[in-house]
């Protein structure tokens, strides 16, 4: 079956610019996760939601990053204003619900300028 | 806080060349413990789940055990093909079921 798809897979952008980075989860899992992981670094917990609301978002590091699930599916992370510390690879994975494995898509590399 | 510690940062092996990896941690109450590989450019890829000291589990040439302070990941005979970071992560029973993950190894096996 399809695995956790992410797009786009790469993003160039300059500093202060907006981006979105969309991730479709697994058909059938309720629990969905964003995590962050610089080079050599292991990855970092952002958010996680349960169905369509943000259960918790302690690791979002600022109010410049957003992320939304309106239908309990597809999930957007949005960056207002990014800036150059924001260059990493997004990762989002998706379990079945909230206790199982989670599974992890290829990742969104940014780049900020 | 969650803290997990991976070693050794790196690992070159022959091929056939067995050896260890370790997963030290440190949580208020594990409620269960991932091992992920992870390709270059790629996302990490599950390999296992070890909930209680005392479990071990397998898959080809992995074979992963958990005690109460740390896990192993033994790798026996490895292949080229196995050479990849292998993360270890530890969930603690928070309402977020957030992941807190370790640095990982590059395991590197030459042919």
């Known amino acids: 079956g399809a695995g956790v798809s992410q797009t786009p897979s790469n993003k160039v952008t300059e500093k202060g610019k907006y981006v979105e980075l969309r991730c479709d989860p697994i058909?059938?899992?309720?629990?969905l996760y964003w995590y962050r992981q610089s080079l050599g670094q292991g990855p970092e917990f952002l958010i996680y939601?349960?169905?369509?609301?943000?259960?918790?978002d302690s690791g979002l590091p600022n109010d410049r990053f957003f992320a939304v699930r309106p239908e309990g599916s597809v999930s957007t992370l949005k960056i207002q204003r990014t800036e150059r510390g924001d260059s990493a690879v997004y990762l989002c994975?998706?379990?079945?619900?909230?206790?199982?494995?989670?599974?992890f898509g290829p990742g969104t590399r940014l780049t900020v300028l | 806080e969650d803290q997990v510690t991976q070693s050794p940062e790196a690992l070159r092996l022959q091929e056939g060349e067995s050896s260890s990896l370790n997963c030290s941690y440190t949580?208020?109450?594990?409620?269960?413990l991932f091992w992920y590989r992870q390709d270059p450019g790629k996302g990490p890829e599950f390999l296992f789940t070890?909930?209680?000291a005392g479990e071990e589990k397998e898959k080809e040439r992995l074979k992963a055990t958990l005690t109460k302070k740390e896990s192993f990941l033994h790798i026996t005979a490895p292949k080229p093909e196995d050479s990849a970071t292998y993360l270890c992560?530890?969930?603690?029973?928070?309402?977020?079921?957030?992941?807190?993950f370790g640095k990982g190894t590059l395991l590197t096996v030459n042919p």
């Open positions: 994975a998706s379990s079945f619900n909230s206790a199982n494995e989670q599974f």
């Open positions: 058909s059938g899992h309720t629990a």
């Open positions: 939601f349960q169905g369509t609301g943000a259960a918790d």
């Open positions: 949580v208020s109450g594990l409620r269960g």
């Open positions: 070890l909930y209680s």
């Open positions: 992560a530890v969930y603690s029973g928070g309402s977020n079921y957030k992941l807190t």
